[in-house]
């Protein structure tokens, strides 16, 4: 499988993005997915996870309420709404995906995922 972030940029503060994560080789209905940010001089960090085939979404607590996760397996693509930025979250971001999971599996942990897209630069401006 292939994972090909894309929507970043720069922003202002309390403004919005939506980054989108296309999966090719396979449909996107194969995998549990999740959202990852690695910010300058920090450790990766978990954002987002959705399940593979119930949706349900998990959220790390700096996120919680302002980001959305979500999936369209008809365009093969997940997504990750960003409203109200904060400078804290500039970081790159990056998609993730395990193949056949289970339909209720997600995972905070990178070392859960198998597949990794490039990631995509947010930068959010105070």
């Known amino acids: 499988v292939q994972l090909q972030a894309s929507g970043g940029g720069l922003v202002q503060a309390g403004g919005s993005l939506r980054l989108s994560c296309a999966v090719s080789?396979?449909?996107?209905?194969?995998?549990?997915m999740g959202w990852f940010r690695q910010a300058p001089g920090k450790e990766r960090e978990f954002v987002a996870a959705?399940?593979?085939?119930?949706?349900?979404?998990y959220y790390a607590d700096s996120v919680k309420g302002r980001f959305t996760i979500s999936r369209d397996n008809g365009k093969n693509t997940l997504y990750l709404q960003m409203n109200s930025l904060k400078p804290e979250d500039t970081a790159v971001y990056s998609c993730a995906a395990r193949l056949l999971s289970g339909p209720a599996w997600y995972s905070t942990s990178a070392s859960g995922y198998d597949d990794w897209g490039q990631g995509t630069l947010v930068t959010v401006s105070s």
């Open positions: 080789g396979r449909s996107s209905s194969s995998y549990g």
């Open positions: 959705i399940t593979r085939s119930t949706s349900r979404t």
